[in-house]
C-alpha cells in the first residue's frame, strides 16, 4: 500500500447485531485517497449494513471510525454529509417531477425559493459536469430522464455537496453494459481528483477492472484484504464462499420420477419499474424433485417466482402443469391446479396482517369449507388449530391476530396452510430468509417431506447451503436468463457462485 | 368473540365521542347557554314522548342504510362520499315508480318495485366511480364527490321540467306510502326493513366468500391478488353495492317521510352516514347504535335551538369533532402498532 497516501476513512472493529443475527462482526477496514475501493460479498454478507453504518443510518454496537485521521461518531447522514461521506443508494433519493437543479437545491442549505441560488447552483453543477465528465441534462425532470442518468444526478448531488468519500452500492446493478463505461470513467475522473470511492459489487470482471483494492465479506465477517493487481478470480470466488462443507446429513434425497408436472418456455416478464427482468426462461420441472433457484439478487428471481405462482403478468411464454396450459397472471388458475407458493413476503402477502390467524387459514383456498352455503366458521378454526399444533406454530391460537406472530411461526403456519393442500408444485420464494436455524431446519424437512409425498418444489434461495443441501438440482439465473444447472454433488459452491455471476455457464 | 383489539376499538370510540360532547360543551358554553340544559333537550328529549321517538326514528333508517352502504366501501380501504347523490338517485326511481300513472297502476306493487329500482339506480350512480376507479385509476373520493353535484342538479333539472307540480319545484306525491309499524307515530316498517338489511350485512361480511373476500382486499391487496381474488371486480362491486343501499335509503326516506321528490330529499345523510361507519366501526350492532346516536343528534338539535337558542348546526361541529376525536385516536394507537413492529423487522 502507498503510504504516501492520506487515510479518508477508518473503521475497526464494527459488530453491529439485529436480534440473534450478526449482521457485522468485528469489520475493519481503511479507505485511502485517490483509490477505489471494491467491496464485494454474497446477499447477506453484511455489506449493506455496514454501509448504512458509515453513512449514520445505523449505530454499531462496537467499534470506532476515524474520518481523516480524527475519530467520530456518525449521528445522521447529514452528519455523514457534512463530513464529506456520500452515497448513491440503489433505489435513488430523488423527487421525480423536479428536476436535477431542484432535487440538489433541496439538500443545499439555502433557501429553495430563491431563483439566483437556483441559476448559482446550476452554474456550478455545469462546472463539476465539465470536471468530471458527466453528461446529463439538469433541467429535465428526474422522472423523465433513464435510469443511467438519474444515477448521474444522484452523483453530481454528492459532488455538489464536495463529498470527497463516495460509496456506491451495485452501481451497476441497473445499468446497460456500455453505460457501465461512463460510469466508470466518471469514477476514474473522481479518484484523479483525490476522491476515495467505495464500490460495492457482485460483478467480478467490473470489480476487477475500475478497483485498486478489493476486500470481501463472507457472513458478516471480513475475510480477505486483496489487491486487485495481483488477485485471481478464483481466489475471490474462494474467499466469497467461505470453505464450510454443507452438511447433507439427515434429507433423504430420492431420485424423481421421469414425469414433467410443471413447465415453463420463454418467460418473459418486466420487474415494477418496467424493466425487462426475465428474458426468456425455460425450466421443467420433474414429478417429486426440488429444483433450487440460484442468483445473485436482481438477477429476475423475485419474477420468476411471482410468475410461475400466477400473480404476475408476462410479456411472452406460457406455463403449463400436467399439460394443462395456465393462463399467467390468474392467480386463481393456478391455485385450482395444484400451485402452492410461499411468497417471500410473509406478512401483507403470505397473509394479512390484521387478519386472526384462522381467517389467514382460508387464503390461496380454492373451496371454502361450507355448512348450508355459508363459512363454516368452526370447521375453519378446527382445521387451522390442527395446522397450529401439527407445525409447532407458537402462538396463543387461531384468534391471535396474524402480525404478532414471529417470523418463524408466521413462515410454519403458511408453509402449513399450503402443503395441506398437497399441492403438484410448491413455489417457495427465500422460505428459510430471517429464520433462526431450528425454525429453518423446521422449513427444509417439511420441504423434503412432501417430496416424498409426490409435491414438486421450486425453492428460490439465496442460501448456498441450502440449495446444496435439498435441491436434487440447482439452475443458475443470470441476467433473467437459465446460464446452467448442475446437481448438487457433482459441483461446488465456487462454481455456482461463478455461474451466478455470469463468469461462467 | 371480542379480542384485545376489539376492546381497545370500543374504548376508542367512547372516548372520542365523550372529548367531542367536551369539546362541544365549551362552545355551547362561550355562546351563552348551559351545557346540561343544552345536552339534555339534544340528547334526553327527544326521547321523552312517543312522537319525538318517532321523529328520531325518520333520521335513525336513512343513517343507518347509508351506514351500511358506506361500510361496504370502508371494508375494502374505499371511501364512498357520494351517499347524498346515490341516495337522490334512488329517491328519483322511487318516486318515478311510485307516482301516477305507474304508481296507480302497480298499485301495493309500487313499493317493492320501487325499492328495487331505487337499489338499481343508486348502484349504477355508485358504479361510475368504481369504474373509473378500476379503469382509469381515478380517486374514487374525487368522483364521488363530485358525482353529488351532477345528481342534485340532476334532480333539479328533472323536477323543474318534468315533473313539477303546483308551480313548485317538487315532485308529485307518490301513490303508496309504506306502512306505520305502530299506529299514531311516526315508525315505519322502514325501521324493519333497515334492521333486515343489517342482518344481511352481517351475515354477508362474515359469513360468504364474497365478504371474505372483500376483507382481504381491504387487508392487503398484495395478500388478495396471492389469494387468487380479482381485485378490481371487488373494488367496482363493493363501489356498486354501496350505493345500492344508499339507493334504499333514498326509496326508504320517499316512502317513509317526505312522500315526495326535492331537491333537498338527501339532506345531509350521505356525509352523516360515514360518521355512522366510522363510529360503527363497521360492526352491525355499533352501526346500529352509531345511527342511532346521530339520529338523535339531529332531531334533538332543533328542541336545542327552541330551548336554548343555540343553532341547529351545532350537531354539525358535534358530528365534525367526534369524527376527528376518532382519527385521531386510531392514529395514536395504529401509531404504537406500527412502531412496534417497526422494532421487531429491525
Known amino acids: 500500500m502507498d503510504n504516501k497516501k492520506k487515510s479518508l476513512l477508518k473503521i475497526e472493529g464494527i459488530t453491529k447485531t439485529f436480534g440473534k443475527v450478526v449482521a457485522n462482526d468485528d469489520i475493519s477496514l481503511e479507505l485511502y485517497e485517490g483509490e477505489v475501493l471494491a467491496l464485494l460479498g454474497e446477499n447477506g454478507a453484511g455489506k449493506s449494513t455496514l454501509m448504512n453504518i458509515i453513512y449514520g443510518i445505523y449505530r454499531p454496537d462496537a467499534g470506532r471510525i476515524e474520518i481523516r485521521g480524527k475519530e467520530t461518531k456518525i449521528a445522521s447522514p447529514r452528519y455523514a454529509l457534512n463530513k464529506g461521506i456520500g452515497m448513491v443508494h440503489q433505489h435513488f433519493m430523488l423527487v421525480g417531477r423536479c428536476n436535477a437543479i431542484e432535487n440538489i437545491c433541496l439538500i443545499s442549505k439555502t433557501s429553495p425559493f430563491s431563483l439566483v441560488n437556483q441559476k448559482r447552483i446550476a452554474a456550478s453543477l455545469e462546472e463539476i459536469k465539465a470536471r468530471y465528465g458527466i453528461d446529463v441534462d439538469i433541467h429535465c425532470p428526474v422522472e423523465q430522464l433513464s435510469i443511467s442518468m438519474q444515477q448521474k444526478v444522484e452523483i453530481l448531488k454528492l459532488l455538489y455537496t464536495g463529498a470527497d468519500i463516495l460509496i456506491l452500492d451495485e452501481p451497476t446493478a441497473v445499468l446497460l453494459p456500455?453505460?457501465?463505461?461512463?460510469?466508470?470513467?466518471?469514477?476514474?475522473?473522481?479518484?484523479?481528483?483525490?476522491?476515495?470511492?467505495?464500490?460495492?459489487?457482485?460483478?467480478?470482471?467490473?470489480?476487477?477492472?475500475?478497483?485498486d483494492r478489493v476486500d470481501v465479506l463472507a457472513h458478516g465477517k471480513m475475510c480477505g484484504h486483496l489487491i486487485t493487481k495481483e488477485a485471481d478470480k478464483n481466489a475471490i470466488v474462494k474467499m466469497m464462499s467461505g470453505d464450510n462443507v454443507p452438511d447433507?446429513?439427515?434429507?433423504?434425497?430420492?431420485?424423481?420420477?421421469?414425469?414433467?408436472?410443471?413447465?415453463?418456455?420463454?418467460?418473459?416478464?418486466?420487474?415494477?419499474?418496467?424493466?425487462?427482468?426475465?428474458?426468456?426462461?425455460?425450466?421443467?420441472?420433474?414429478?417429486?424433485?426440488?429444483?433450487?433457484?440460484?442468483?445473485?439478487?436482481g438477477n429476475g428471481q423475485n419474477e420468476l417466482a411471482e410468475v410461475l405462482a400466477g400473480v404476475r403478468k408476462v410479456i411472452a411464454g406460457s406455463i403449463s402443469i400436467k399439460g394443462k396450459s395456465l393462463r399467467p397472471n390468474r392467480p386463481a388458475d393456478f391455485i385450482k391446479n395444484g400451485v402452492g407458493y410461499i411468497p417471500a413476503e410473509r406478512n401483507g402477502v403470505g397473509t394479512v396482517p390484521d387478519f386472526m390467524l384462522y381467517e389467514n387459514w382460508l387464503l390461496r383456498k380454492a373451496h371454502f369449507p361450507t355448512k348450508n352455503g355459508m363459512i363454516d366458521t368452526k370447521q375453519v378454526v378446527h382445521q387451522s388449530i390442527g395446522a397450529i399444533s401439527e407445525y409447532d406454530v407458537r402462538t396463543t391460537g387461531p384468534l391471535e391476530r396474524s402480525a404478532n406472530l414471529s417470523g418463524g411461526n408466521l413462515q410454519k403456519f403458511i408453509l402449513s396452510r399450503e402443503l395441506k393442500k398437497k399441492p403438484e408444485v410448491l413455489i417457495c420464494s427465500y422460505p428459510t430468509r430471517g429464520l433462526d436455524v431450528k425454525a429453518a431446519c423446521f422449513v427444509r424437512n417439511q420441504i423434503t417431506k412432501a417430496k416424498q409425498e409426490g409435491t414438486s418444489t421450486i425453492l428460490f434461495s439465496g442460501d448456498m447451503e441450502e440449495l446444496f443441501t435439498i435441491s436434487d438440482r440447482i439452475v443458475v439465473l443470470n441476467r433473467g436468463k437459465v446460464v446452467g444447472e448442475r446437481v448438487p454433488e457433482q459441483t461446488t459452491q465456487e462454481e455456482i457462485i461463478l455461474m451466478m455471476m455470469g463468469e461462467k455457464a | 368473540m371480542i379480542t384485545k383489539k376489539g376492546l381497545q376499538r370500543i374504548g376508542i370510540l367512547l372516548l372520542a365521542v365523550l372529548t367531542a360532547m367536551l369539546a362541544g360543551a365549551v362552545i355551547i358554553l362561550l355562546s351563552g347557554a348551559n351545557p346540561l340544559t343544552a345536552y339534555y333537550s339534544m340528547l334526553v328529549k327527544p326521547m321523552t314522548s312517543l312522537g319525538n321517538i318517532g321523529g328520531v326514528f325518520i333520521h335513525f333508517i336513512p343513517l343507518l342504510l347509508i351506514g351500511i352502504g358506506v361500510s361496504f366501501t370502508f371494508h375494502a380501504k374505499l371511501n364512498n362520499l357520494g351517499g347524498q347523490g346515490q341516495m337522490l338517485m334512488g329517491a328519483l326511481g322511487m318516486t318515478l315508480i311510485g307516482i301516477?300513472?305507474?304508481?296507480?297502476?302497480?298499485?301495493?306493487?309500487?313499493?317493492?318495485?320501487?325499492?328495487?329500482?331505487?337499489?338499481?339506480?343508486?348502484?349504477?350512480?355508485?358504479?361510475?366511480?368504481?369504474?373509473?376507479?378500476?379503469?382509469?385509476?381515478?380517486?374514487?373520493?374525487?368522483?364521488?364527490?363530485?358525482?353529488?353535484?351532477?345528481?342534485?342538479?340532476?334532480?333539479?333539472?328533472?323536477?323543474?321540467?318534468?315533473?313539477?307540480?303546483?308551480?313548485?319545484?317538487?315532485?308529485?306525491?307518490?301513490?303508496?306510502?309504506?306502512?306505520?309499524?305502530?299506529?299514531?307515530?311516526?315508525?315505519?316498517?322502514?325501521?324493519?326493513?333497515?334492521?333486515?338489511?343489517?342482518?344481511?350485512?352481517?351475515?354477508?361480511?362474515?359469513?360468504?366468500?364474497?365478504?371474505?373476500?372483500?376483507?382481504?382486499?381491504?387487508?392487503?391487496?398484495?395478500?388478495?391478488?396471492?389469494?387468487?381474488?380479482?381485485?378490481?371486480?371487488?373494488?367496482?362491486l363493493s363501489m356498486a353495492i354501496s350505493g345500492a343501499f344508499c339507493g334504499i335509503a333514498g326509496a326508504a326516506q320517499i316512502s317513509g317521510n317526505t312522500r315526495r321528490l326535492t331537491e333537498s330529499t338527501a339532506g345531509d345523510y350521505g356525509f352523516s352516514g360515514i360518521v355512522v361507519a366510522m363510529l360503527g366501526s363497521l360492526h352491525p350492532v355499533g352501526l346500529v347504535i352509531a345511527s342511532f346516536l346521530m339520529a338523535l343528534l339531529t332531531s334533538g338539535s332543533s328542541m336545542m335551538q327552541t330551548d336554548t337558542g343555540i343553532p341547529e348546526s351545532f350537531?354539525?361541529?358535534?358530528?365534525?369533532?367526534?369524527?376527528l376525536f376518532i382519527l385521531m385516536g386510531m392514529a395514536i394507537s395504529d401509531g404504537k402498532v406500527k412502531r412496534r413492529k417497526g422494532g421487531k423487522e429491525k
Open chain 1, 248 to 297: 447433507m446429513s439427515g434429507y433423504v434425497k430420492q431420485k424423481p420420477q421421469d414425469e414433467v408436472v410443471f413447465s415453463c418456455r420463454g418467460i418473459e416478464a418486466y420487474d415494477d419499474r418496467k424493466a425487462k427482468t426475465l428474458d426468456g426462461v425455460d425450466l421443467e420441472v420433474y414429478k417429486g424433485e426440488i429444483i433450487g433457484i440460484a442468483g445473485v439478487e
Open chain 2, 100 to 236: 301516477p300513472p305507474i304508481g296507480e297502476a302497480l298499485g301495493a306493487f309500487s313499493l317493492p318495485v320501487g325499492f328495487l329500482v331505487a337499489m338499481i339506480f343508486g348502484a349504477f350512480w355508485a358504479a361510475i366511480a368504481g369504474f373509473m376507479k378500476t379503469r382509469f385509476g381515478a380517486s374514487e373520493i374525487v368522483v364521488t364527490l363530485m358525482l353529488n353535484y351532477i345528481a342534485v342538479q340532476a334532480i333539479n333539472y328533472i323536477l323543474f321540467y318534468h315533473l313539477r307540480t303546483d308551480g313548485e319545484i317538487r315532485s308529485p306525491r307518490i301513490v303508496k306510502m309504506l306502512p306505520k309499524l305502530f299506529e299514531g307515530t311516526r315508525i315505519t316498517w322502514g325501521v324493519v326493513i333497515a334492521l333486515v338489511l343489517v342482518v344481511v350485512y352481517a351475515i354477508v361480511m362474515a359469513k360468504t366468500k364474497f365478504g371474505f373476500n372483500l376483507r382481504t382486499v381491504g387487508g392487503s391487496i398484495k395478500a388478495a391478488k396471492y389469494s387468487g381474488i380479482n381485485t378490481k371486480l371487488y373494488y367496482f
Open chain 2, 315 to 323: 350537531t354539525q361541529v358535534l358530528q365534525a369533532l367526534i369524527v
Open chain 1, 178 to 211: 456500455q453505460e457501465c463505461e461512463a460510469l466508470f470513467s466518471i469514477i476514474r475522473n473522481m479518484t484523479k481528483e483525490g476522491k476515495g470511492v467505495i464500490f460495492i459489487s457482485h460483478k467480478l470482471d467490473e470489480i476487477i477492472e475500475i478497483s
